[in-house]
């Protein structure tokens, strides 16, 4: 069992170029989650969905945006990258209901040269 | 706005000690408190919850203290050993809907041999 798969595991980007970081995962969980993390800061949302078609903006949305067209997929893009940006993302997966654990992919960690 | 605080940054304790992690929030309608532990170049995992119909929560040497009127919780470790050395992440979320976690900062524990 796979779990939750990102890819790239690292990527650099110049200043105003474009990219998609992908996640899957395989475990048929309806809630999928964006997060970044920067070092002493913990992890923030950027953006979530509760199934295909319905995502929704978290705390740190703005630079990305997400598509959510299957269960399986949910992909991340940067537009315009800034070195702001410089982060680890993590994509995460859950069921609905109390009390449910996120499983967590590898990590992309991304450079904005 | 930061609604879980975690302390202290980080945490040096010897083989066998006890490492103790605090965490605080601010929103009483959080119902669900996870651990999650982060090695080196992985993501996330969770390593023990909690619900506020309890008071603490043990597994093995992992235990989780409750107090609801504080609102804080804090994690502890007994007899620590070398391969507990990681980042340790509290969080929170509101149950049902969407299950966003809201992260600490982390707390970096150094287990010394």
């Known amino acids: 069992n796979a779990g939750v798969t990102q890819t790239p595991k690292f990527r650099i980007l110049k200043i105003g170029q474009s990219m998609t970081l992908q996640c899957a995962q395989d475990?048929?969980?309806?809630?999928m989650y964006w997060y970044r993390q920067d070092p002493g800061m913990g992890l923030k949302l950027i953006y979530y969905?509760?199934?295909?078609?319905?995502?929704d903006k978290g705390e740190v949305p703005n630079g990305y945006n997400v598509s959510r067209s299957t269960t399986e997929y949910f992909p991340l893009r940067l537009e315009l990258a800034a070195p702001s940006q410089t982060s680890v993302y993590f994509c995460?997966?859950?069921?609905?209901?109390?009390?449910?654990?996120?499983?967590f992919g590898q990590g992309t960690r991304l450079t904005v040269v | 706005q930061q609604q879980v605080k975690q302390s202290p940054q980080s945490l040096i304790v010897q083989k066998g000690g006890i490492s103790i992690i605090n965490c605080a929030y601010e929103?009483?309608?959080?119902?669900?408190f996870p651990w999650y532990q982060q090695f080196p170049g992985k993501g996330p995992a969770l390593l023990i919850a909690?619900?506020?119909?309890?008071s603490e929560k043990k597994e093995g040497r992992f235990t989780i203290s409750f107090n609801k009127s504080a609102k804080q919780f804090s994690l502890h470790i007994m007899d620590s050993q070398p391969g507990d050395s990681a980042t340790y992440f509290c969080?929170?979320?509101?149950?049902?809907?969407?299950?966003?976690?809201?992260f600490g900062t982390g707390t970096l524990l150094a287990v010394q041999p």
């Open positions: 995460a997966s859950s069921s609905p209901g109390l009390s449910t654990e996120a499983f």
């Open positions: 475990m048929n969980h309806n809630y």
């Open positions: 969905s509760v199934g295909a078609g319905i995502t």
């Open positions: 929103n009483t309608a959080f119902d669900y």
């Open positions: 909690i619900r506020p119909d309890v």
């Open positions: 969080a929170a979320s509101r149950g049902g809907a969407t299950n966003k976690l809201i």
